[in-house]
Each structure stands twice: as structure tokens, then as C-alpha cells.
């Protein structure tokens, strides 16, 4: 198995720009995460979907930020606009039976810099 | 959620035990204790999750007290590629239960 699989690996665009990160979860999950990293405030649960349904995105920071996930093999973290603070490590997760399932398999990671 | 605090930092010699304690005072009776790491430029990994009992696997073992307000992760013979950043979070299993990241423990094996 690829395991969790994200593009690009690294990311670096100017002030203002559209940005899409993507994410492929393993095969067979059913429930997807994206995270977000960051040296202040550490790893941050932005939304996560079920049955590709979003079911909380509730630390999605503000509406400059959407996600979505249009089947069960793809989803995509969109940043319109983007500022310098939107800087950092962004992370897909997925888990294969439910949301409570014990065992998030989390992808490689999406490094942004926004200049 | 219940919250957790971890020293941190600590380090062992390369071989031996690593010890990692946490602590969370205020867990429910319904709420489990989870164990994630994070090596350096890497996602987090899980490693083991227990709720009363004693839990062992491949990785690790985990030890929760009796009154369940503390647990330590014993990683049995370190190696260099333990060192990371080791994430004790609670989590309950209800339908608005995450995992929240703290700002873990940062263990660091030394040769």
C-alpha cells in the first residue's frame, strides 16, 4: 500500500495567489483529515470528512480556506487568497473504519511558504 | 477531551529503555489514551492506544495506572531512529471526539 499520498511536497507562492494541496487517502479509508503544523500553534485538526462528507470544519481558520472531497480517493485544501500566514507544514490523514477508529495514517505533508 | 501534560524533553542512551510519562488527571471513564510520534519532516505515526489495561505491541508498551491519571509509553531498547516529538493525547470515542496534539515530549537517543 502508497499509504496517504500528497501534492505537491512543497509549495512556495507569493501573497494573494490561489493554492490547492492534494490529497489521496489509502484505498479502503473512509474518513479524511487535514491538519495543519505550525511552530506557535502546533498541529491543528482543520476539517475532516466522513464518507466524503464534511462532517466538522470548525479549525478551518477563515473562509479564505475550503476543502473538498469530490469521491473517496481525492480531496483537495484550497487557500484563495493566501497570506504569509498561512505558512506552513499541511498534513492529510485517513482512517479506515470510522472517525473514532484508533489509527490515523497520516500522508508526508505539504511544506507552504506564502512570500 | 481530556487534557494531557508531558515534560519536554528527555533523553536515553542508545539500547536502553526509554521511559516517556504523561499525564491526565482529569481523563473520563470512557476516554482512551493514544500515542503518536513525529520524526523530524515526517507525518505522525501512531503508535499504541489503551484504555485501563496494560498494552504492548510491536512498537512500544503502554502502562496506565490504576486510577488511569497517568500513563508511560515504554519504548524497550531505543534505537537512534526513536528521536522524534511523542504525542500523549486523550480522546473519547464520540462522534465530535478528536485527536488534539499537545505539544508532546521531544526524546532525543543519544549513541
Known amino acids: 500500500d502508497a499509504g496517504v499520498i500528497q501534492s505537491p511536497r512543497h509549495e512556495v507562492t507569493e501573497m494573494g495567489q490561489e493554492v490547492t494541496l492534494r490529497c489521496k487517502p489509502i484505498s479502503g479509508h473512509n474518513s479524511l483529515f487535514w491538519y495543519r503544523q505550525t511552530m506557535m500553534r502546533g498541529l491543528e485538526l482543520l476539517i475532516y470528512f466522513n464518507n466524503n462528507v464534511p462532517i466538522d470544519d470548525s479549525g478551518m481558520p477563515e473562509d479564505r480556506f475550503s476543502a473538498k472531497m469530490p469521491n473517496a480517493s481525492f480531496s483537495t485544501l484550497k487557500i484563495q487568497p493566501s497570506e504569509p500566514r498561512d505558512s506552513a507544514v499541511y498534513f492529510c490523514a485517513s482512517t479506515g473504519q470510522s472517525f473514532s477508529s484508533y489509527e490515523q495514517y497520516f500522508g508526508p505533508g505539504t511544506r507552504l511558504t506564502v512570500t | 477531551d481530556a487534557k494531557t501534560t508531558q515534560p519536554p524533553s528527555m533523553d536515553c542512551a542508545e539500547g536502553r529503555a526509554a521511559n516517556l510519562p504523561c499525564n491526565h488527571s482529569?481523563?473520563?471513564?470512557?476516554?482512551?489514551v493514544y500515542w503518536y510520534r513525529q520524526i523530524h519532516s515526517q507525518g505522525p505515526q501512531y503508535i499504541i492506544h489503551?484504555?485501563?489495561n496494560n498494552e504492548t505491541n510491536e512498537m512500544a508498551s503502554l502502562i496506565i495506572t490504576e486510577d488511569r491519571k497517568s500513563s508511560t509509553l515504554i519504548l524497550p531498547h531505543a534505537t537512534l531512529r526513536d528521536t522524534a516529538v511523542y504525542y500523549c493525547i486523550v480522546r473519547g470515542t464520540g462522534a465530535n471526539s478528536k485527536l488534539t496534539f499537545g505539544k508532546g515530549i521531544t526524546l532525543s537517543v543519544r549513541p
Open positions: 489503551g484504555l485501563k
Open positions: 482529569t481523563i473520563s471513564g470512557n476516554e482512551y
